[in-house]
C-alpha cells in the first residue's frame, strides 16, 4: 500500500557548494529550489545552519529564511535549525517575530542543540560542546519570550515575537526527543538510514510526550535522503556526491564542496575513505517512483510520522529537481494551478 500520499512531504536544503560554484550561487539555488518545491505542492521548506564548512553555504538560517519566504507566497518556510546553544534566545525569539511579522501564518521555528563542526568552530563562536547540555533550559527561555517574558528577565519583552505564534520543532540530535517529548513540542527525526536507533526514540518521544500550549499530541517528522530517477542506477549517481563528501569530512575533519558523480569515480581512496564512502551510498530510500514508494510507505508505517522531511543533497541541480518532481508525482502532491502561478 502506498501511505506517502497520506502524510505531509517537505524539503530541508542546507544550500551546499559545489566544486566550481561559489557561495552565493548555492544561496541562490537554495531560493531557486524554494520556489520549484513550491510550485510542486511541498508543505513545507526550511534552511539549516552550518559555521566555517566549506560545503555549505547556508550560515544565517533566519537571513536565508527571509529570503526564500519573500520569493515564495504559500509554502511554509523555516529553519531546519537554529542552532539554540549557540545565540541567546532573546535575540532568536526577536528575530522568528520578526519572520513571522512579515510573513504572517508562513513560518516555522526548527530548533538544535548542535554547537559546531570542530573545536575551532565552536572556540569561534564562543562555545563548546558542553553548552549543548544547557538546549532544555534554552528551549523554554526562547518559548517563553513569546508568551510575555521569561521569569529571570523582569521587564524584558522580545519585541515583536511577544503574543505572537510561530510553531516550533525540536530537531533529534543527542537528547533532542527526550527534550521535545517534555516540552510537548513536535520532533524532527532522522536519518532514515538508521531505521531502528529512528523507531526507538520516535517510541520513547510518543511515550513520554506532554501536551503543551504549543502542541496537543506527538508531531513526528523523519527526515533523510530520498532520490527519486528513472533507473536504480542514475538514483545512486545522485548520492555519490554527498557519501563522498561525508567520507571526507570524517577522514580529513573538513565537509568540503560537492564533486560531479565522475569525479569521485576516478578519485583514488585510501581503504578508510572506501569503507566510509561504501556506507553513505547504503540504506538511503532511493530507486526509481515504485521502490521509493514501496521503501517510503513502510518507513511511515514503521514510524507512524506525520511528515517527511526531504533533505537530498547532489552535484546535479536539474537532476535534484527532477528527483523532487518524481517525487511529487508518487504522492500525488497539488502542486500550483495555473491561476495561483
Same mark, same amino acid.
Given at each position: 500500500?502506498?501511505?506517502?500520499?497520506?502524510?505531509?512531504?517537505?524539503?530541508?536544503?542546507?544550500?551546499?557548494?559545489?566544486?566550481?560554484?561559489?557561495?552565493?550561487?548555492?544561496?541562490?539555488?537554495?531560493?531557486?529550489?524554494?520556489?520549484?518545491?513550491?510550485?510542486?505542492?511541498?508543505?513545507?521548506?526550511?534552511?539549516?545552519?552550518?559555521?566555517?564548512?566549506?560545503?555549505?553555504?547556508?550560515?544565517?538560517?533566519?537571513?536565508?529564511?527571509?529570503?526564500?519566504?519573500?520569493?515564495?507566497?504559500?509554502?511554509?518556510?523555516?529553519?531546519?535549525?537554529?542552532?539554540?546553544?549557540?545565540?541567546?534566545?532573546?535575540?532568536?525569539?526577536?528575530?522568528?517575530?520578526?519572520?513571522?511579522?512579515?510573513?504572517?501564518?508562513?513560518?516555522?521555528?526548527?530548533?538544535?542543540?548542535?554547537?559546531?563542526?570542530?573545536?575551532?568552530?565552536?572556540?569561534?563562536?564562543?562555545?563548546?560542546?558542553?553548552?549543548?547540555?544547557?538546549?532544555?533550559?534554552?528551549?523554554?527561555?526562547?518559548?517563553?519570550?513569546?508568551t510575555g517574558g521569561p521569569d529571570e528577565h523582569p521587564g524584558v519583552h522580545a519585541y515583536p515575537a511577544e503574543g505572537l505564534r510561530v510553531p516550533p520543532f525540536v530537531l533529534a540530535t543527542g537528547e533532542g526527543a527526550t527534550v521535545a517529548a517534555r516540552a510537548g513540542l513536535p520532533l524532527v527525526i532522522g536519518d532514515l538510514r538508521g531505521r531502528e536507533r529512528l523507531l526507538a526514540a520516535v517510541d520513547?518521544?510518543?511515550?513520554?510526550?506532554?501536551?503543551?500550549?504549543?502542541? @496537543? &499530541?506527538?508531531?513526528?517528522?523523519?527526515?533523510?535522503?530520498?532520490? +527519486? *530517477? /528513472? !533507473?536504480?542506477?542514475?538514483?545512486? $549517481?545522485? =548520492?555519490?556526491?554527498?557519501?563522498?563528501?561525508?567520507?571526507?569530512?570524517?577522514?580529513?575533519?573538513?565537509?568540503?564542496?560537492?564533486?560531479?558523480?565522475?569525479?569521485?569515480?576516478?578519485?583514488?581512496?585510501?581503504?578508510? @575513505? &572506501?569503507?566510509?564512502?561504501?556506507?553513505?551510498?547504503?540504506?538511503? +530510500? *532511493? /530507486? !526509481?517512483?515504485?521502490?521509493?514508494? $514501496?521503501? =517510503?510507505?513502510?518507513?511511515?508505517?514503521?514510524?507512524?510520522?506525520?511528515?517527511?522531511?526531504?533533505?537530498?543533497?547532489?552535484?546535479?541541480?536539474?537532476?535534484?529537481?527532477?528527483?523532487?518532481?518524481?517525487?511529487?508525482?508518487?504522492?500525488?502532491?497539488?502542486?500550483?494551478?495555473?491561476?495561483?502561478?
Amino acid at each position: 500500500m502506498n501511505t506517502v500520499a497520506a502524510v505531509r512531504l517537505s524539503v530541508l536544503d542546507r544550500s551546499r557548494t559545489r566544486e566550481g560554484a561559489d557561495p552565493a550561487g548555492a544561496l541562490r539555488d537554495t531560493v531557486r529550489l524554494a520556489r520549484e518545491a513550491e510550485a510542486l505542492g511541498y508543505h513545507r521548506f526550511w534552511v539549516s545552519e552550518h559555521h566555517g564548512v566549506p560545503g555549505v553555504a547556508g550560515s544565517a538560517p533566519t537571513v536565508l529564511a527571509a529570503a526564500v519566504a519573500a520569493a515564495t507566497s504559500r509554502i511554509r518556510v523555516g529553519t531546519g535549525g537554529v542552532m539554540l546553544p549557540n545565540h541567546r534566545p532573546l535575540v532568536v525569539a526577536e528575530q522568528f517575530g520578526v519572520l513571522e511579522s512579515l510573513f504572517p501564518g508562513r513560518i516555522d521555528m526548527g530548533l538544535g542543540r548542535s554547537v559546531g563542526f570542530t573545536d575551532p568552530v565552536r572556540r569561534a563562536l564562543g562555545h563548546d560542546k558542553k553548552d549543548a547540555d544547557g538546549f532544555a533550559g534554552q528551549l523554554d527561555e526562547l518559548l517563553g519570550w513569546f508568551t510575555g517574558g521569561p521569569d529571570e528577565h523582569p521587564g524584558v519583552h522580545a519585541y515583536p515575537a511577544e503574543g505572537l505564534r510561530v510553531p516550533p520543532f525540536v530537531l533529534a540530535t543527542g537528547e533532542g526527543a527526550t527534550v521535545a517529548a517534555r516540552a510537548g513540542l513536535p520532533l524532527v527525526i532522522g536519518d532514515l538510514r538508521g531505521r531502528e536507533r529512528l523507531l526507538a526514540a520516535v517510541d520513547a518521544y510518543r511515550e513520554g510526550f506532554r501536551p503543551s500550549a504549543w502542541a @496537543e &499530541r506527538p508531531y513526528v517528522v523523519v527526515a533523510g535522503t530520498v532520490v +527519486v *530517477a /528513472g !533507473t536504480e542506477a542514475a538514483a545512486r $549517481r545522485l =548520492l555519490v556526491p554527498e557519501a563522498w563528501s561525508m567520507a571526507y569530512s570524517r577522514t580529513h575533519g573538513v565537509f568540503p564542496p560537492l564533486l560531479p558523480p565522475e569525479r569521485v569515480a576516478a578519485l583514488t581512496m585510501t581503504a578508510r @575513505e &572506501r569503507e566510509l564512502y561504501e556506507s553513505g551510498l547504503r540504506g538511503h +530510500v *532511493a /530507486g !526509481t517512483a515504485e521502490q521509493v514508494a $514501496r521503501e =517510503l510507505s513502510a518507513v511511515v508505517a514503521e514510524s507512524g510520522a506525520d511528515e517527511v522531511l526531504v533533505t537530498t543533497s547532489t552535484y546535479e541541480r536539474d537532476a535534484l529537481l527532477d528527483s523532487f518532481r518524481r517525487l511529487a508525482g508518487l504522492a500525488g502532491l497539488a502542486g500550483l494551478t495555473s491561476a495561483d502561478a
